[in-house]
């Protein structure tokens, strides 16, 4: 079952001279925290720490998977930053919504 959430960025941003403006996001897995604590150590913000996992929940269509990183979430406009966490909190429903008998 697909529990991805789709959205478009109100801005956006350039990467490789692409207008970047697809997101989406996929629900948390265990791997995403672990990840983010070994990329960014034990003694990081919370903040930081809780933008370092929500990079490994998303992707933005025309970048290529290997080049997410936690400074494009970090270099986001706060409104499109708003919109990625919205399409994360999305994906999460999904995955705890009821199962059809």
């Known amino acids: 079952m697909d529990f991805s959430s789709t959205k478009t960025l109100p801005i956006g941003f350039t990467h490789n001279g692409q207008k970047i ?5 996929r629900p948390v897995m265990v791997r995403h925290s672990i990840e983010a604590i070994e990329e960014l150590g034990a003694n990081v913000s919370q903040a930081r720490l809780q933008v370092g996992i929500e990079a490994r929940q998303v992707r933005f269509e025309g970048v290529p998977e290997d080049e997410h990183k936690i400074d494009m979430l970090l270099n986001l406009a706060d409104a499109d930053y708003s919109v990625v966490v919205a399409a994360i909190d999305e994906a999460e429903k999904k995955q705890k919504a ?3 008998a």
């Open 98 to 100: 009821p199962k059809p």
């Open 21 to 25: 403006t697809q997101v989406t996001a």
